[in-house]
């Protein structure tokens, strides 16, 4: 992919999710083509070069790390116990960088929503070469 790649991920799929009309399947565990969004998501951030990755859980917090932990190993989880918007799910995941006195550039993304590699790599060689 492209030639640099934030270092971390942060994810998140803290939300209750009530578009989907689910209230036994996380958002990010519904399946596309057979595999659940977020191990989908995972391995594309992988393929992009992010090696470390945050999940912030909150609704359905155990069925959300069953399914990742299937697929990916080493993967933080930090659960947000009050659901207060999409701002304080991202903090959650800052905070635990912080914790770990880890810096470096981090994508935050939504858990539920695909993105393409190609589109990663653009949005990382615009990140890189405009000097953000």
């Given at each position: 992919?492209?030639?640099?790649?934030?270092?971390?991920?942060?994810?998140?799929?803290?939300?209750?999710?009530?578009?989907?009309?689910?209230?036994?399947?996380?958002?990010?565990?519904?399946?596309?083509?057979?595999?659940?969004?977020?191990?989908?998501n995972?391995?594309?951030?992988?393929?992009?070069?992010?090696?470390?990755?945050?999940v912030?859980?909150?609704?359905?917090?155990?069925?959300?790390?069953?399914?990742?932990?299937?697929?990916?190993?080493?993967?933080?989880?930090?659960?947000?116990?009050?659901?207060l918007?999409?701002?304080?799910?991202?903090?959650?995941?800052?905070?635990?960088?912080?914790?770990?006195?880890?810096?470096?550039?981090?994508?935050?993304?939504?858990?539920?929503?695909?993105?393409?590699?190609?589109?990663?790599?653009?949005?990382?060689?615009?990140?890189?070469?405009?000097?953000?």
């Amino acid at each position: 992919m492209g030639k640099r790649a934030p270092k971390y991920s942060i994810i998140l799929a803290a939300g209750k999710g009530t578009r989907m009309h689910s209230a036994a399947l996380h958002k990010v565990c519904f399946p596309i083509d057979g595999k659940p969004v977020i191990n989908r998501n995972l391995a594309v951030y992988k393929e992009c070069g992010i090696n470390s990755h945050i999940v912030v859980v909150g609704s359905l917090a155990g069925q959300v790390v069953e399914t990742v932990g299937r697929e990916h190993e080493g993967v933080i989880f930090v659960y947000q116990a009050e659901q207060l918007g999409t701002a304080h799910a991202a903090r959650q995941g800052a905070e635990v960088l912080a914790l770990l006195d880890e810096q470096g550039e981090v994508l935050v993304v939504a858990g539920d929503r695909v993105i393409e590699p190609l589109v990663l790599e653009k949005l990382f060689d615009l990140f890189y070469s405009s000097k953000c």
